[in-house]
């Protein structure tokens, strides 16, 4: 399994993100970095989980601010050879196309993460991940929940003909919560799309929630807090 490092980024910093409760964020205190300049945090996280991706949410653009684009360019000149996964809030494919057009020459390293509380309708998922789908084979959908509500305008959830290759299963109440990964709704959603590579999101607390993962069949996780904890040990590459 694939052990994808997160940082949330607000007002040019990096912040813990705690139950999804993005008013009461705080700059974030690191035990493994020391630090929250993005670039900084992003170089040693990547560096941490010998990671090819890293998973961005921007929490400027989630709460309807311009997205960190300056941010997300110094990173991507950091980390030449990783790829940003990108949760800007887009409601659309159209934000995610201004925002790759910022990114210059990392363009191709963006993988827009178009987030089910986020869309704004059927028709956006369509035009996101239909036989016409706008957004490409590289976006990536995350069916987001929150206390066992699903966050879906669109009907993300109940759409799996329309999910592309990679699909987040984000489960916000857990996420900083040190409350274990929810390997039952991933489950769920794997019975559903069984070819789907299904990336879980919150919970994950040491290496042993880690392996619970893997032999539930998650693709890849998304992991933060403990990381900056220091209860995952750096990954060998």
């Known amino acids: 399994m694939i052990l994808i490092p997160v940082i949330d980024l607000m007002h040019d910093q990096v912040v813990r993100a705690k139950r999804g409760d993005r008013q009461s964020y705080q700059p974030i205190v690191s035990a493994l970095c020391g630090s929250s300049d993005p670039v900084t945090v992003a ?3 990547c560096g941490h989980c010998a990671a090819q991706q890293l998973y961005i949410a921007d929490l400027d653009a989630l ?3 311009p997205a960190q684009a300056a941010v997300l360019r110094a990173i991507a000149q950091a980390l030449p050879g990783v790829e940003l996964w990108v949760d800007a809030g887009f409601a659309d494919p159209a934000p995610a196309a201004a925002l790759r057009a910022q990114l ?3 363009a191709p390293r963006l993988r827009a993460v178009f987030g089910s509380e986020s869309l ?9 991940f239909g036989t016409q789908g706008r957004a490409g084979e590289h976006a990536v959908l995350s069916l987001d929940r929150r206390d066992g509500t699903r966050l879906d305008a669109a009907g993300c959830w109940d759409l799996p003909a329309l999910w592309p290759r990679h699909v987040i299963v984000m489960t916000l109440e857990r996420v900083g919560a040190d409350a274990g990964p929810d390997l039952d709704t991933l489950r769920e959603v794997q019975a559903r799309s ?4 299904l990336v879980g999101a919150g919970g994950i607390r040491n290496s042993a929630d880690l392996e619970r993962a893997d032999a ?5 996780w998304l992991v933060a807090s403990a990381l900056h904890d ?8």
């Open 216 to 220: 539930a069949g998650a693709w890849a």
């Open 104 to 106: 210059g020459g990392a």
């Open 194 to 197: 069984p070819g789907t590579a």
């Open 120 to 128: 704004s309708s059927r028709a956006a998922l369509e035009d996101c």
């Open 43 to 45: 170089r040693i996280l």
């Open 63 to 65: 709460q309807g601010r």
């Open 230 to 237: 220091g209860r995952i040990a750096p990954v060998r590459g």
